[in-house]
C-alpha cells in the first residue's frame, strides 16, 4: 500500500484514544484553522496541517506542538492566559446549548436540512478544537516554570500539590453522583427513576469520542453491584479533598517564602489543569447530545447510527459512503493520515504498513518489564487485562490489572473493579492518577509500552513503590 510522504515531519505521540472516523476527521481535518485560532485568542501564524492516527494512537508534528507551547511562551500574560482560560469555559457552556438546539431542531427535517445542521454543528465544535492545543500549550509552559522554581529550591515533591485542579471536572461530581446511589441502594430504597436521573445528567461521559454505548439502568445497577468499598467514607473524601488541597498548597506556598509571582503561577496553573480535562469533556459529550442529527442523516442514507459514525463527514456531504463491508472494517480498526487538504484512511494490514512506512514501530519483544511514574503506592499481582477502548470494559473482572494508554472518565466502572491500574501515558494528574489516588488503588503510569509489552491473561505484578510492572513468569 502506497503513503504520502509527509516531508520534515518529526512525529510526536500526543495522546492514544479510540475515536470514531467521523469525530476525528472532523476534529483533526478541521482541527485548529487559523481563522479559528485568530477569532477565539487574538494570535496569529498558527495552524495544525498535518497528523497521523494510528489505530487509536494520535501523532502531530512536533514542530507545530512546539510552536503553539511557543506562542504560549512569548505572550507570557497572565491576564491573557485568563481571558483564554475563561473564553474557554464560556464558548464550552455555549456549544453544548446550541447542540442540544440543534439537536432538536433536527426532528422533521428533509435530507438537506439535517445536512446544513450536521455541518453547523461540525464547523462549531471544529472552531472549538482550538483549545485542545491551547490549554495544552499553556499548561506545559507554565509547569515548566513552576519546575524550575522548585528545582531551585529543592522542593520538586511538592509539584502534585501545586498545580492539582482546585476546580472539580465532571468525573468526579459524576462518582460523587454514584457514591449515593450506592448509598441508597444499601439502604434500601434505590428506584429506577433515581438512576434515570443520574443517566440524564452523566450518561454522555459513558461514550468518548463516538466510541461506546449511553448507560442503561442495567448497566449502573450492575456498576452498584460491583462496589464493594464504604460509599460514605469516599464520598466524605471527595467533599473534602478540593478544601484539603488549599490547605496543602498554602502550607507548600509559605513553606517555599514563595514570591508573589509564584503564588500567581499556581493558581493559574491549578485552572489550566482542570482545562485540560473539561475541554475534551465539552467535545466529546457534545458529540453524544448531537447524536439525534446524526442517527437522521444516517437513516437517509439506509446506514445505521454505527455506520455512519465510521464515515467521513466529507465522504457524507460528497455523497461517496463507503461500502458496509469496508464500513465494518473500519469499526474493526483503521488508520488516517492528513497532511491538509488531504486525507487518506486504511483498514486491515495497512494499518500495520502505516505505522512501519512513517517509522513508528515499536519492538517490544524479549521485554517482561516496564517502568514508569508511582502514582499510589502498593504492590500487588493480578491478570492483565488491556483495555483499548471503553467497548471491552466488562472484560475487565475484580482484582483484574487494567492496562491501557490511558484511561478517561468512560473506563469508571471498570477502574472500580481492577485492582490496580497502569498506563502508557500520563503525568502526575491525569485521570488514572486522580482516580487511583480517589480510590486508593496502586498506579503506575508513563510506562510507555505496557500495552504492547503485556497481554490478556498475563499474570503481572505491579510494584508502585519501586514504579516497575513486570510479567511473572
Known amino acids: 500500500m502506497k503513503f504520502p510522504v509527509i516531508e520534515g515531519a518529526e512525529w510526536y505521540n500526543v495522546v492514544s484514544r479510540k475515536e470514531s472516523v467521523m469525530i476525528l476527521t472532523f476534529m483533526a481535518n478541521l482541527l485548529t484553522t487559523e481563522q479559528h485560532f485568530q477569532k477565539l485568542t487574538g494570535l496569529e501564524d498558527y495552524e495544525l496541517t498535518r497528523w497521523l492516527y494510528i489505530d487509536g494512537d494520535i501523532f502531530y508534528d512536533r514542530k507545530e506542538v512546539i510552536k503553539a507551547k511557543e506562542l504560549a511562551v512569548v505572550s507570557n500574560d497572565q491576564e491573557l492566559f485568563w481571558r483564554w482560560a475563561r473564553r474557554c469555559e464560556e464558548e464550552g457552556v455555549k456549544r453544548i446549548e446550541r447542540t442540544k438546539a440543534l439537536a432538536e431542531r433536527s426532528a422533521g427535517k428533509a435530507d438537506k436540512e439535517l445536512l446544513d445542521l450536521m455541518m453547523e454543528y461540525l464547523d462549531m465544535m471544529a472552531e472549538f478544537t482550538v483549545f485542545l492545543m491551547i490549554p495544552l500549550s499553556v499548561e506545559m509552559s507554565l509547569q515548566e516554570r513552576i519546575t524550575e522554581y522548585l528545582q531551585r529550591k529543592e522542593k520538586e515533591e511538592l509539584l502534585p500539590v501545586l498545580i492539582f485542579p482546585e476546580k472539580e471536572n465532571m468525573n468526579t461530581v459524576e462518582q460523587k453522583s454514584f457514591l449515593q446511589l450506592v448509598e441508597e441502594s444499601r439502604a434500601g430504597t434505590l428506584t429506577d427513576p433515581m438512576i434515570q436521573d443520574h443517566i440524564n445528567a452523566y450518561g454522555a461521559l459513558s461514550v468518548r469520542y463516538g466510541i461506546g454505548t449511553f448507560w442503561t439502568i442495567e448497566d ?3 456498576r452498584i453491584g460491583n462496589f464493594e468499598e464504604d460509599p460514605a467514607a469516599m464520598l466524605q473524601e471527595l467533599k473534602e479533598q478540593v478544601e484539603e488541597n488549599r490547605k496543602q ?22 485552572e489550566y489543569v482542570y482545562l485540560r480535562t473539561y475541554r475534551s469533556t465539552v467535545l466529546s459529550n457534545s458529540y453524544v447530545y448531537a447524536q439525534p442529527i446524526f442517527e437522521r442523516v444516517a437513516a437517509e442514507r439506509g446506514l445505521s447510527y454505527q455506520e455512519l459514525n465510521f464515515c467521513a463527514y466529507h465522504e457524507v456531504l460528497d455523497d461517496a459512503i463507503p461500502s458496509k463491508e469496508e464500513l465494518a472494517r ?19 494490514k495497512g494499518i500495520e504498513e502505516m505505522r512501519t512506512f512513517y517509522g513508528l514501530d515499536i519492538d517490544t519483544e524479549g521485554i517482561t518489564t516496564v517502568e514508569g511514574i508511582s502514582t499510589y503506592p502498593g504492590t500487588i499481582q493480578g491478570t492483565a487485562k488491556i483495555v483499548r477502548s471503553n467497548e471491552v470494559l466488562d472484560k475487565v473482572k475484580r482484582g483484574d490489572i487494567l492496562i491501557a494508554s490511558m484511561t478517561t472518565p468512560d473506563f469508571i466502572p471498570a477502574m472500580e473493579k481492577a485492582a490496580a491500574f497502569v498506563t502508557d501515558e500520563g503525568g502526575i494528574l491525569c485521570h488514572a492518577a ?19 509489552v503485556f497481554k490478556d491473561g498475563d499474570l503481572i505484578e505491579v510494584d508502585a513503590d519501586k514504579g516497575t510492572v513486570k510479567k511473572v513468569e
Do not use: F, N, W
Not at 498548597?249 to 491549578?270: F, M, Q
Not at 473500519?330 to 486491515?348: D, F
Open 249 to 270: 498548597t498554602a502550607e507548600a506556598l509559605d513553606e517555599l517564602d514563595a514570591p508573589d509571582d509564584i503564588r500567581s503561577l499556581v493558581k493559574l496553573i491549578k
Open 220 to 222: 449502573v445497577r450492575r
Open 330 to 348: 473500519r469499526q474493526e480498526g483503521y488508520s488516517a493520515i492528513a497532511q491538509k487538504p488531504r486525507l487518506k484512511i486504511v483498514t486491515g
Open 434 to 452: 486522580i482516580v487511583a489516588r480517589e480510590l486508593k488503588k496502586t498506579c503506575v503510569i508513563g510506562t510507555k509500552h505496557a500495552t504492547k
